[in-house]
């Protein structure tokens, strides 16, 4: 099981970009899916998170910009962010709850993460 994250780039300020990550492998269930960042020097951050019922979370720093919402058809989560602002630089890494099975036929719960992938906001 894998997590691969896409998107991301350079923008201006009051730009936009978008995030994808996609879940792969022998995937039953996956449960919140979300996305975090980290800025230089900072610590991770959450930053939304979606649950397989619908409910959302989304971080104050970003609410009213960023948009996360997922397709359990593609095991796809999307981070769609508007209003970019330098303090939103950061690498983002999306992350998910997922039950699959392994090469012995168990099922395992897993906190996936994906590889992180660059926002870059310039002023």
């Known amino acids: 099981v894998q997590l691969q994250a896409s998107g991301g780039g350079l923008a201006q300020a009051g730009g936009s970009l978008g995030l994808s990550c996609a879940a792969s492998?022998?995937?039953?269930?996956?449960?919140?899916m979300g996305w975090h960042r980290q800025a230089p020097g900072k610590a991770r951050e959450l930053v939304a998170t979606v649950s397989s019922g619908g409910s959302i979370y989304v971080a104050d720093s970003v609410k009213g910009r960023f948009t996360i919402s997922r397709d359990d058809a593609k095991n796809t989560v999307s981070l769609q962010m508007y209003s970019l602002k330098p303090e939103d630089t950061a690498v983002y890494y999306c992350?998910?709850?997922?039950?699959?099975?392994?090469?012995?036929?168990?099922?395992?719960?897993?906190?996936?993460w994906g590889q992180g992938t660059e926002v870059t906001v310039s002023s």
């Open positions: 492998g022998r995937i039953s269930r996956i449960d919140v």
């Open positions: 992350n998910a709850d997922i039950l699959y099975k392994n090469s012995n036929d168990e099922w395992v719960a897993l906190n996936a």
